[in-house]
């Protein structure tokens, strides 16, 4: 773990933790096998990491904030179809370049649990509150949160199926939003 | 545990099984913690079920059998509209009726592998193939079998819901119909 800047150790630490999360579960991964799949000693992984826990946080942490990012950027918009257009163009798009964590947090309870910590229990109040809300709109009723629901929650499961695993991002993402969109009245593209 | 017959008792320590899943999974729920709740000896439990293991996939074998049923049913209607109007309804009442153990799938890996054996794996592989297949329809493309999961996990996800909880059956099912139908471009009734 010696080769190349700090930045780079850390980023390679966590692309092999997700991946030993996806082959064994959080559970199932200790950081002796993150420290062996490294080649490294236990030592060199504390030297970054002092517990599994914030592994997992730091794996789930890049796509949490694009997330928050994607929300925020929506709720300044000023047309309320933009504003779900754009949530749901950067939701989709999210869900498919994170395909292996996404599919980890609909089967982990590990990585459910770091995303509820840090961003659902952790994250801007707003932030939260502003997901949902776009999505359903100003004084939804229920069929409008169910449909925000089914959303967020169908495009997140749809999208880590290993059923799906072998398209390719583009074509996942055009039916993946095709769906989306359709839930939302959205016209087609 | 003597009153009543043997079949009354066995749903009773069901019944208490899927309440104590609930409130501490199923991992943190021991067979001394279910005969404590029903006020009886551990061998009374085990004079039932010999492991947790056959306690959890009875807690799922009910709703699973209704499954079966309803897809098995929706398969020998003639007009595929009707079939997927047919499996949407069932589907949908179904998981309003269970909704405690649709949220506990949804958050808990042990009902998800009990789930898991008796269904899909163990299943009969032509009512598996139907679930989606009916959903998605012949020669179905991407965005239809995309569809399907959306229909699926959405529902079960939005069902299970604690953000739902409060709200009454009739309501929640005639909300979820709403939009499962929309989904497959089914006329609102």
Redesign the interface.
């Known amino acids: 773990m010696t080769a190349g800047p700090a930045g780079d150790t850390r980023a390679r630490l966590l692309r092999t933790a997700l991946k030993l999360f996806t082959e064994h579960g959080v559970e199932g991964t200790s950081l002796q096998m993150i420290a062996d799949a490294l080649g490294v000693t236990k030592a060199a992984v504390y030297y970054h990491f002092k517990a599994k826990d914030e592994i997992t946080e730091a794996v789930v942490e890049p796509a949490l904030k694009e997330l928050t990012r994607i929300i925020t950027e929506a709720a300044r918009l000023r047309r309320r179809g933009a504003q779900v257009d754009y949530l749901l163009d950067g939701f989709v798009d999210l869900v498919v370049r994170h395909r292996a964590l996404v599919a980890l947090f609909s089967?982990?309870?590990g990585i459910?649990r770091a995303i509820e910590k840090s961003f659902f229990d952790g994250g801007d109040e707003d932030t939260k509150e502003n997901l949902l809300g776009i999505l359903a709109g100003p004084d939804a009723d229920?069929?409008a949160?169910?449909?925000a629901?089914?959303?967020l929650?169908?495009?997140a499961?749809?999208g880590g199926?290993p059923?799906?695993a072998g398209?390719d991002d583009e074509?996942?993402r055009a039916?993946?939003l095709?769906?989306a969109r359709?839930?939302h009245?959205r016209p087609r593209r």
Chains 1, 2 share one sequence.
């Open positions: 089967s982990d309870p459910s229920l069929t949160h169910i449909t629901v089914v959303t929650t169908g495009i499961m749809a199926a059923h799906f398209v074509t996942l039916a993946l095709d769906v359709r839930l009245r």
